[in-house]
């Protein structure tokens, strides 16, 4: 999708806005030249929420009608009150967003995937430009992160995870450093390790570093799951979508990318440990005991819940960088999706201030979360008979609050950064959900909120 700023809607089916419902899409023709009607419902009820799907519903609705070449005012917005830059920038992300489709696997239609080709906007000024070249950038990270968690399990290895981070920075001031098996060996990662020893291909693990100033760094740390089948206690059904337990580790990577890309002046590192969950011969078994590298040992009551695992070590990596502040994302559970449904992610964190600044952040960017409890009380739930910690609850009281003690699991290796962390379980928000005005499949959280957390 490209993007031009002129002065005059000819050779573009120009976009008039009009207060009838929300998502009502109109083509009219008048004599030789058509415009595309889009309701916007009353103008002093479109909130910042709406006024991202109405974006999105404007291509969505271009692409139903075969439109490759669409014009809008700049001032179509101005009701909304917000800072032109910005509105510019939530304008561009969202048209790319809506404009995504994976098509990597399917033979390219004689008239060609329906797409939006070019977009004018008429009558902007420096400011919304700037706007929306930045939008460019966050909405292209947002759909290579996609792509990334897309990829199927069989084409999406630890080490293709691996080289997928090295290629996202290509030309970009980001080191890029891949750790094998025999070097986390060394280190002792036995849980990363542990998680990976059912598969054939060996797990990765994968530092960015992006130094656009100095001081403490900001280390975000994302789960990198490139298929999860459960492991020996094997996923039953379909329909799990588990090539894409890999998302948190996808915007990690493209996060990074965007804050390179944009010449933030912060240092970010970027951690993606990575494995395939498999029940191949050398898998773990429940009851399974590993040595993590933090030295506390785990108790593997559950070898699905394996995502934990790859991150208690990342955790512990973590401290070797002094960081000031530490998040994680990470499609962790399905009890994030019990409780919250499809519209938001589940934050966990014991820090108040990095809570408030992550929940303003959501609904600004667009990656939506919600914040779930993690007090003492639910402590219990990672006590194991043999070992230091288990990996989850056994028996029938692990089917309460899964995603709070998954977060518990995560905060006893947190705990020892002594910096603000915070965990943010993306399960709910791994794919598109309808009424999204997106393609199906992946839906590149929460690489919006990640950049927007760094920016700031
Ligand atoms: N990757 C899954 C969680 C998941 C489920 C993500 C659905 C996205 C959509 C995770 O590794 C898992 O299997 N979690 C278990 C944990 C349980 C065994 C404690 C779960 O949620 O059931
Ligand atoms: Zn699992
Ligand atoms: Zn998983």
New binding site residues.
């Given amino acids: 999708m490209k993007f031009s700023f002129g002065a005059s809607t000819k050779g573009f089916t120009h976009i008039r806005f009009t207060e009838e419902v929300r998502g009502t899409a109109r083509l009219v023709r008048e004599g030789t030249s058509e415009h595309l009607e889009i309701g916007t419902g009353k103008r002093s009820e479109v909130s910042q929420r709406t006024f991202i799907i109405l974006i999105r519903s404007i291509v969505q609705a271009a692409k139903r009608v075969r439109v490759k070449k669409i014009s809008f005012d700049a001032s179509a917005f101005a009701f909304l009150k917000m800072e032109e830059a910005e509105l510019a920038s939530l304008i561009a992300q969202n048209l790319l967003m809506a404009n995504y489709e994976y098509t990597a696997y399917k033979t390219k239609p004689k008239e060609g995937f329906k797409q939006v080709e070019e977009v004018c906007i008429i009558g902007s000024n420096k400011a919304f430009q700037a706007g929306i070249k930045k939008g460019v950038a966050i909405g292209e990270e947002v759909n290579a992160c996609r792509t990334l968690a897309n990829t199927p399990g069989g084409d999406m290895t630890p080490k293709t995870l691996a080289k997928a981070a090295k290629f996202a920075v290509t030309g970009l001031p980001v080191s890029v450093r891949t750790l094998g098996v025999p070097e986390m060996q060394k280190l002792g990662m036995g849980a990363i390790l542990g998680v990976g020893k059912g598969s054939e291909t060996p797990p990765t693990f994968t530092i960015m570093e992006y130094k656009g100033g100095t001081g403490a760094p900001i280390v975000l740390a994302g789960k990198g ?1 490139t298929f ?1 089948s ?1 492991g020996i ?1 094997l ?1 039953s059904g379909d329909g ?3 090539h ?2 890999m998302s948190g580790a996808a915007s990690v990577i493209h996060a990074v990318a965007l804050a390179a890309r944009l010449k933030s002046k912060k240092h970010v590192i970027g951690l993606i440990p990575a494995a395939e ?1 498999m029940p191949g011969g050398g898998a773990l078994r429940p009851h399974d005991i590993l040595k993590s590298l933090s030295g506390k040992t785990i108790e593997v009551i ?1 070898t ?4 934990r695992l790859v991150l208690a070590d990342a955790l512990t990596y973590a401290k070797r960088f002094k960081p000031s502040v530490v998040l994680d994302v990470a ?5 994030s ?1 019990s409780a919250l449904g499809l519209y938001a992610s589940a934050l966990l964190t014991r820090d108040e201030k990095l809570a408030a600044q992550l929940l303003t952040l959501s609904e600004t960017s667009g990656d939506y979360l919600w914040r779930l409890p993690l007090w003492d009380e639910y402590e219990s739930s990672v006590k194991s008979t043999f070992a230091d910690v288990a ?3 056994s028996g029938s009281a ?1 089917r309460y609050a ?1 995603a709070t ?2 977060g518990m699991f995560l905060w006893q290796f947190a705990k020892e950064l002594e910096c603000p962390w915070a965990h943010l379980d993306t ?1 709910p928000r ?1 794919t598109s959900a309808p009424g999204d005005e997106l393609a199906k499949g992946a839906a590149g959280e929460p690489v919006r909120l990640l950049y927007a957390f760094i920016e700031q």
């Fill in positions: 799951i999860d459960g206690n996923k799990h979508e588990m894409m337990d969950n559950n699905d819940a394996e995502g499609t962790l559970t399905g009890s999706m990996n989850c609850v692990g899964g003690n998954g399960a791994m």
